[in-house]
């Protein structure tokens, strides 16, 4: 095996330690665990995990595709110390630091604590030398020590919040199968139910291929994976699976909305949701859960109006959509099956969607949509996540869930706090009749709509939300969050 080389002369050193509501033993676990070095990944970064074999052991390797002033730079990392639960430890072999030595130190911090939980303390160790030399160091060590700054905040906020999550929902490892496990929601979801320990089976609309084409339903790689409008055969594998998470449908944002694309919208969700539900009602033994998404364009353009789980619903399309899409899963209903109907408001991550887009306006001082007094019921990527494994081990919860946060904010007021948090004033508002002749009715759905949402459900029931403070959470998921 390759030892790892003594760090050169004038490296500098960066330390950052968390404490955590558990056990060493668990903390260790929790990063051992498939999925947990895409939780760990800013999602500023222009990063993307390219290979691992996950594994923490010497000798194991993991790449990471990045970019560096638009230059593509592969980081190939190997892990050099496994000494659990106390350390583990990782070198660069090649990347964009001229040296890099990362050790993950854990400790106890004694007796459990007055709510019965052990509690430990992670530290990061680095030792880091910038590519340049001397010159390298002088000019750049400020933006280095302000990019691992950003980085292990975010870091070390993540793995604390999920741990918290894995104590308040202790639990046998589940069988989850989840649709549209690709998109935004669906792949964080699935990365952290891996991290929970559950197995992970995604649910496709056809059959599973081979890379020349052929059929996959007997390989290795379709045994984690449902073709849900495939044969009985192929739909069988459901008799095995504990939750569902059903999260699949055309996308509503992106092109004008003519009527063929609005009829795909509809029955992407109406009709194959209705269709799953259907056949599940008929397996010998069907999963005890189905979390199936819906949206808060369900209650329409509402102004002022406070909105909860037992407001009506609205008038327009997006209303009419939501209300047949959770009336879909009524034969899941029927059939004895815990449906959840999540209500999703706006989901906030630089990663995709609605702040991603949100982005480039912002720097060039965009502000309000509008009059900017319709509210926005927003909620952040890992309060989605963390809600809907509260909803799958709270049972009491079924059909609608709000999944908001608890404070609703004015679109003024969200373009002006986006702005300050990344040092530009919003000042250049977005007036509707544009964006009526630039995006037709999609315009007035999806950006120019009052929609003010509550969570009473999530909290009635006792979810805890990470996010309250959009400014906080968009320091979280912009790089902009201080250690603390």
Request: charged share 20%.
């Amino acid at each position: 095996m390759q030892p790892a080389p003594g760090p050169p002369a004038g490296v500098s050193q960066f330390t950052a330690s968390v404490d955590l509501p558990v056990s060493i033993e668990q903390a260790f676990a929790y990063h051992e665990r498939p999925g947990c070095l895409n939780r760990l990944i800013p999602p500023w970064e222009s990063v993307r995990l390219e290979h691992s074999d996950n594994s923490l052991q010497p000798g194991s390797r993991v790449v990471l595709k990045t970019s560096i002033a638009g230059v593509p730079v592969r980081w190939h990392a190997r892990h050099t110390v496994y000494e659990p639960p106390h350390l583990f430890a990782d070198i660069q072999d090649s990347g964009p630091f001229a040296y890099w030595h990362h050790r993950h130190r854990f400790e106890s911090l004694g007796e459990p604590s007055s709510e019965d939980q052990t509690q430990s303390r992670l530290t990061d160790d680095v030792q880091y030398q910038l590519p340049g030399g001397v010159l390298g160091k002088k000019f750049g060590s400020g933006f280095a020590n302000s990019k691992l700054q950003s980085m292990f905040a975010y870091r070390h906020r993540v793995t604390r919040d999920d741990l918290t999550l894995i104590a308040k929902y202790p639990t046998k490892p589940l069988c989850i199968a989840v649709s549209g496990a690709t998109g935004l929601v669906g792949s964080s979801l699935c990365d952290l139910f891996r991290l929970l320990g559950h197995r992970v089976m995604s649910i496709t609309r056809g059959s599973p291929k081979q890379p020349d084409g052929s059929n996959a339903a007997a390989s290795k790689d379709s045994q984690d994976t449902i073709a849900a409008w495939s044969d009985d055969a192929e739909f069988s594998k459901f008799n095995q699976v504990d939750v569902i998470v059903h999260l699949a449908g055309k996308p509503i944002a992106g092109e004008r909305w003519t009527e063929s694309a609005k009829r795909e919208m509809r029955d992407s969700r109406v009709i194959k949701t209705r269709e799953l539900c259907q056949r599940l009602a008929k397996l010998d033994t069907p999963p005890d859960t189905l979390i199936c998404a819906s949206a808060t364009g369900f209650y329409g353009d509402r102004g002022d109006e406070i909105l909860n789980e037992t407001s009506a619903h609205g008038d327009d399309f997006l209303a009419s959509v939501g209300e047949q899409w959770e009336d879909a899963c009524t034969s899941a209903q029927d059939a004895g099956i815990r449906v959840v109907n999540t209500r999703f408001g706006i989901v906030l991550s630089p990663q995709g969607g609605a702040l991603q887009k949100m982005l480039l306006p912002a720097k060039w001082m965009g502000g309000k949509l509008g009059s900017g007094d319709q509210y926005w019921s927003w909620i952040g990527l890992d309060d989605v996540l963390g809600g809907i494994v509260h909803a799958i081990h709270t049972t009491e919860l079924s059909g609608p869930v709000n999944f908001v946060s608890p404070t609703p904010i004015k679109n003024r007021d969200f373009a002006s706090t986006l702005g300050r948090v990344i040092g530009r004033p919003a000042l250049f508002p977005a007036p509707a009749i544009a964006m009526r002749l630039a995006l037709g009715e999609m315009a007035d759905a999806l950006l120019l709509a009052s929609t003010r949402v509550v969570p009473d459900r999530l909290l009635s029931t006792g979810y805890q939300f990470r996010f309250t403070s959009l400014d906080e959470l968009l320091r979280y998921n912009l790089g902009k969050a201080k250690l603390s």
